[in-house]
């Protein structure tokens, strides 16, 4: 894979160049010392990965992630001298459709590289999920559990590419006194999650935390899967179990939706929001067939059109929605709760089974553009 270096600093962009000299799946493709190069040769000779740093002169690394995810969109991975101290703009240039982040290596005694492993880890990760995304969609499995008792209304929302801003953009539309408890699962390195909740706590009227594992959920609130083990829900209990050693995505948006695809006696609802690749579009169809009202972000609005793409494929997703419109759907089902879909999702099934055509997903309309 092609590989571009986005970094003012000479030292730093030296020591990416080495260690992609050391990989042979990738080759270096160009390295920019500005924003504003990176455009250029991005607009010429297009990579497939760029290492992207934040803290630039000119056009900062959140703009110029932006921009390229605007013009010409590739993957994206952040790297600079600090994730924790460049907190902010780490999440916004995830927002933007950064991939993820990792800290720049450093010349440690003997010329040793000092950090080199988190981010060639990334960069295997990133070929992966690129191979992945064109690759036929599987059905994620998970141990068939019992009828869910619980009477909290529950909302998981599944995110990757785009999804901080995203999430921040649903959770300052829902109100104080919202009603339900909402699970994410976000796709990012279990070092920024305790940031990005909390990025969100400033965007949402909602108390924010972290999800511990055997945790019981009594109260409204927000949860964001902490590690890179899954996050399921288990009769009323937050649960965490270790992922397949194949698995591309920890966590897994796929296992939280599933462990959600059961009879229940409250709404139950799924979202899956923009992202790479085809992560919870499996999980989404098993809670569609459950009763579960199951929205997809629309392509109009997502910065990566892949996972809902694959939901709407699989005519998992019920409702599929622009951004702004996600949370106001959200509000009303819970808030004023129909009758339970399972009814008519039984009879969706009989029809897959006497018929090749099920029923199409409901499509909201987009808003006028002025």
């Not at 270096?5 to 390295?31: C, H, Q, Y």
């Not at 920024?192 to 609130?221: D, K, M, N, Q, Y």
């Amino acid at each position: 894979m092609k590989v571009a270096i986005v970094n003012d600093s000479k030292m730093a962009a030296e020591i990416l160049r080495r260690i992609l000299a050391g990989l042979p799946d990738f080759t270096l493709a160009w390295i920019a010392y500005s924003g504003e190069e990176a455009l250029r040769l991005c607009a010429e000779a297009k990579p497939d990965i760029i290492l992207m740093d934040l803290i630039m002169p000119g056009i900062d690394g959140a703009e110029t992630t932006r921009r390229i995810m605007q013009t010409t969109p590739c993957v994206i991975l952040v790297v600079t001298a600090t994730t924790v101290g460049n907190r902010d703009m780490v999440f916004e240039a995830m927002g933007y459709g950064a991939l993820d982040a990792v800290n720049t290596p450093v010349l440690g005694p003997g010329e040793n590289l000092d950090g080199a492993e988190p981010l060639i880890q990334k960069l295997r990760m990133v070929s992966r999920l690129v191979d992945s995304h064109h690759a036929k969609l599987g059905h994620a499995r998970q141990k068939a559990a019992g009828p869910d008792t619980s009477g909290l209304p529950i909302v998981a929302i599944g995110s990757s590419t785009g999804g901080p801003q995203a999430l921040a953009q649903i959770l300052s539309q829902l109100p104080a006194n919202f009603p339900a408890a909402v699970l994410v699962v976000q796709h990012v390195d279990e070092q920024f999650t305790p940031g990005l909740a909390s990025w969100l706590r400033h965007a949402s009227s909602l108390p924010v935390c972290i999800a511990r594992g055997g945790e019981t959920l009594h109260t409204a609130g927000v949860w964001i899967a902490g590690t890179s083990d899954n996050l399921i829900y288990d009769s009323g209990r937050l649960i965490y179990i270790a992922p397949n050693k194949d698995s591309i995505h920890r966590p897994s948006i796929d296992a939280l939706f599933m462990s959600l695809a059961r009879p229940h006696r409250a709404t139950r609802i799924g979202v899956l929001l923009t992202g790479m690749g085809r992560d919870g579009a499996a999980g989404l169809l098993a809670m569609r067939k459950s009763g579960a009202l199951t929205i997809a972000q629309d392509a109009a609005t997502s910065v990566v059109y892949g996972m809902p793409k694959a939901a709407v494929e699989m005519n998992a997703a019920r409702e599929v929605m622009p951004l702004a419109s996600i949370a106001t759907r959200i509000c009303e089902a819970v808030l004023h709760p129909a009758p339970s879909f399972l009814g008519h999702a039984r009879n969706e099934n009989k029809k897959e089974h006497t018929s090749p055509v099920s029923a199409p997903a409901i499509r909201s309309k987009e808003p006028e553009r002025s």
